[in-house]
């Protein structure tokens, strides 16, 4: 028996000595921490082309969007040093900047004109902090939004064509406004078939189901608020935002069965394995509809912007992150030579190469961006029409309580829609009194 | 009960044979399906009907082990001739292999994960295991006021869930720096095991008769002598299934390891679930990743099948 | 608690001149790890109590308030804490309920000569052995819709497991009948097999009928083991957080250690998840105190 116990523990120490050389600190290295999709693993590329120029060695880290908030919040509470750098949310802002867990970077956006190479949209909602105070967190990395994929296949169809016609007395093509969306969805809404409309942001967890609604709310001319005083009563419960409610929870009703429970995997699933005619989601998850290997309907799927409402406002949730360095890192020299480094014209055009939004003016507005994918130009018409959610540091409560409301409205049966936002407003009122902003 | 047999028994006995048959066929399905999704090419992992003769291959475990990223560009012919075999996998999956700078191929997150499962999870046991096992002689040998309730408190440290504990460790950790250190994590789990193992042990403890050591003793050994050369051997047993225990219970801890773990010293448990991919899971790199974490803990169960129900049960019931 | 261990007694008169003395030696065996589990598992709970009477967050440089009652009364006039609660007591009762059900079920059958009877139950032990996290994950692919191996094992079509609110707390306790109606499986084989036989022969000559010896002979005798598995898992059922929170994230599941990770280190509401802890702990402190209590009963018998 002792041998054994001396064997264990020589393999313990043995692990541990090995576990401890493998993190000892090195200044010739970078940590960047980001959600699990494939714009990390562009970064990643864009990051290899770093370290072939100057030797230092980049790392990029990544877990699913699912923790990724309370990971990258656990991390900057606990005062880690883990991450140099971060593409964190742009809703983090508020929270990461008052908490000081962000590297102000008022002065490297000003020194290195920042304003004036990045899409004013991205910098105004990635970067500033709080709203026109001129001070800046971030640096626009990944410029997106929410937008929608189709099936091209099924809409160019000449039978569909033709019984959409009789049916709706208009053709059937992207739609137009959200009223032709709900047409759409109704009209490839076919249980029977095992076919169904539409796919929308269902899921109760962090955001999803705020940045669905949010494109109904913001087409449709409302708003989550007033973002300068935090009145919310008479705004989040307005008519237009009370109609943006109910026109989302009729989508729901053309939706594959079990769709309450859903964000970008599902949403990506609806097209690939012929759930549904049209599907929400990130431009960012789009990539893996256009490849083969891993979307059999590739050659037959398509992109549209989010249509504008009744009133002819259109507007998209707007994604995406900037990128910021986190104020417990050891190696914030070498971070901000980073930062520097990505700025740059030529850096941000390989970044659109490799397959990342960027959000620099002169890239987007390429006509090379723009044909490279059947969405990219989707994507630039929408950069520029997006709004988002609130910055606010309580935002994680705002949006628990936008999960708790909302989610039985749109899923289930329960009370109206102007029920639903009345009760969110009284929420939020008092979440912004229990700390304070609303006085 | 096989004294007493009618025909009526027999038949009885059969049916019974038979539906304890498909019953353990029925709780083994679930195991067999993830360990097949493991070899199967992406495309037959969601098929319908399900795909269950096929080809196996060993691409998930290739994807497991290195960093991938979509293909934009499909590989021209020569790329993929001189590519070797392991990348032409990836290839096929529609996807290549991430290289860093110097051009060498970058590993997933997985392996340095399973690494540090087995560091957390080793040095754990063997400290909790160590103390366990004096403490458990202490209370087996001698007489202590408050036996009772000194035990209750031991095991009760168990009882409590672990987010409960999970939010001041959190912060006291935050104050000395141990978040997301293996440190960190083995303590936790050390003090977790610890109660664990001195409630097991003193079972074992309690079956060595007392005379083997009062026999040392007047042969002229000390106590600890007594302790080390009688005592320690007689227990190799229990020893090596309380060590098999905590190794298990450390490996497949999860809440503690999600809340304070991120980069460097994270465990596999929360690292798995957290695969899902970009946009859409790969189910068979996911079921490659948890086969082999479950590998492990299968072959212990094997070993342990005797001390099981004893191990489960904090060493009420002896079998 | 500690100091009890440190009174004298029992000088043991022979060993105590040569070597350390027993008492040197016992306190040496047990303080350390009455220590221990004192600075680890006591002074933080002692540390969280001080904080559940603030407003403390964790995610700001802002000083901790004290507020006194306010986060204890708050919680337990929150709605949304109570249908937590209401929850995981569902959750407890139909998943231990189909354990019992399941498992003493598998005992009776496997109650007699079967061949391969070491290693059919060998192999039955399996799941519970497995990381809960990592088969949440992987009954998230059985329980899939349209391509899972459950729905089309049972030709259920396209039966919503996880997405559909009503059932998704259902499925995570199928999940957990799976992982543990072993458990009490082993536990009431071990008491069937206690059972003296000549108590059944005697029924056989008196005639009795199945169920007369069932509920007469074979469950009084099973009774007290049946017990402690029917409290252990309550206890480990009430704490359940990893099989949930990876299967499902409906409203419908958040069981209330759920309620807890996500107040704690979502919201960051540092204070008031303390309080929330205490709540939790006292409780599972109540069912625990059962469970010994019932433990160290059969252990004298």
Known sequence: ?439 | MAAVRTSGEIAANRIAIVAVLIITLIFLAPIYWIASTAFKPRNLATTVPPTIVFQPEISPFVKLFVKRSQLRTQPTPEEYAAAPWWERMVFDGGEKVVRDGKGNVQWSGYPNRFMNSLIVAITSTVLAVGMGTFTAYGFSRFKIKGEADLLFFILSTRMLPPVVVAIPMFLMYRAVGLNDTHWGLIILYTAFNLSFAVWLMKGFMDEIPKEYEEAALVDGYTRMQAFFKIVLPEAATGIAATAVFCFITAWNEYAFALIMTNRRAQTAPPFIPSQVGSGLPDWTVIAAGTLLFLLPVAIFTFVLRNHLLRGVTFGAIRK | MATAVLTTLDPASRAATRGWSDITIRNAFIVPTILFLIVFNIFPLIYSLGYSFTDFRASTNAAANFVGLQNYRDLLNDPFVWSNFAITAKYVIVSVVGQVLVGFGMAMLLNRDIPFKGLLTTVLLLPMMLSMAVVGLFWKLLYEPSFGIINYAFGLGSFEWLSNPDMALYAVALTDIWMWSPFVMLLSLAGLSAVPKHLYEAAAIDRAGPFYTFFRITLPLVAPILMIAIIFRTMEAFKTFDLAYILSSQPTTELISIRLYKMAFQEWQTGRSCALAYIVLIMVLAITNIYVKYLNKVKER
């Not at chain 1, 494939?38 to 699913?64: F, H, I, M, R, W």
């Not at chain 1, 656990?74 to 867990?101: M, R, T």
């Not at chain 1, 628990?400 to 899923?411: A, G």
């Open chain 1, 1 to 439: 028996m002792r041998k054994t116990i001396t064997g264990l523990l020589a393999g313990a120490s043995l692990a541990l000595a090995g576990g401890i050389s493998v993190h000892a600190a090195n200044a010739q290295e970078l940590t960047i921490f980001w959600a699990e999709w494939d714009p990390s693993n562009y970064l990643q590329e864009l990051a290899n082309e770093y370290e072939k120029e100057t030797g230092v060695k980049v790392t990029v880290e990544t877990t699913p969007w699912s923790d990724f908030q309370t990971k990258a919040f656990a991390e900057f509470n606990a005062k880690g040093d883990a991450y140099d750098l971060i593409v964190g949310d742009s809703q983090w802002l508020g929270a990461a900047s008052e908490g000081g867990h962000y590297v102000d970077l008022t002065d490297f956006v000003k020194k290195n004109k920042v304003l004036e190479t990045m899409a004013p949209a991205t910098v105004k909602f990635y970067s500033e902090y709080p709203g026109n105070s001129g001070k800046y967190w971030s640096i626009p990395a990944e410029g997106d939004a929410v937008g929608w994929s189709y099936r091209k296949d099924w809409f160019e169809d000449p039978k569909e064509k033709e019984a959409f016609k009789a049916k709706y007395g208009y053709d059937l093509d992207v739609p137009k406004d959200w009223k032709q969306l709900r047409d759409i969805a109704e009209f490839f809404y076919r249980p029977d078939q095992k076919r169904y409309g539409i796919a929308i942001y269902t899921d109760n967890s962090y955001d999803a189901m705020a940045m669905g609604f949010e494109n109904a709310l913001f087409s449709y001319g409302g708003e989550l608020g007033d973002y300068a005083n935090y009145k919310v009563d008479g705004i989040v419960n307005s008519d237009k935002a009370v109609a943006a409610l109910e026109a989302y929870k009729e989508l729901y009703k053309f939706a594959p069965p079990g769709w309450a429970k859903s964000f970008f995997v599902e949403d990506n699933q609806a097209i690939t394995e012929n759930l549904a005619a049209m599907s929400m989601n990130y431009f960012a998850f789009f990539p893996a509809l256009i490849n083969e290997a891993s979307n059999p309907n590739a050659k037959g799927t398509g992109f549209f912007a989010n249509p504008p409402g009744p009133d002819g406002d259109q507007f998209a949730a707007l994604g995406g992150q900037g990128i910021s360095i986190v104020s417990y890192s050891k190696n914030q020299e070498e971070a901000f030579k980073f930062l520097e480094w990505f700025i740059k014209d030529e850096t941000q055009k390989k970044w659109a190469e490799l397959g990342g939004y960027t959000c620099n003016k002169s890239v987007l507005e390429s006509a090379e961006f723009q044909n490279a994918t059947p969405y990219n130009k989707a994507f630039y018409e929408t950069m520029f029409k997006v709004k988002d959610f609130w910055a606010v540091p309580e935002y994680a409560e705002l949006l628990q309580q936008l999960n708790q409301r909302v989610y039985p409205y749109v899923t289930g049966n329960s009370g109206s829609a102007k029920e639903t936002l009345d009760a969110l407003a009284a929420d939020w009122n008092a979440t912004f009194k229990k700390y304070g902003r609303n006085q």
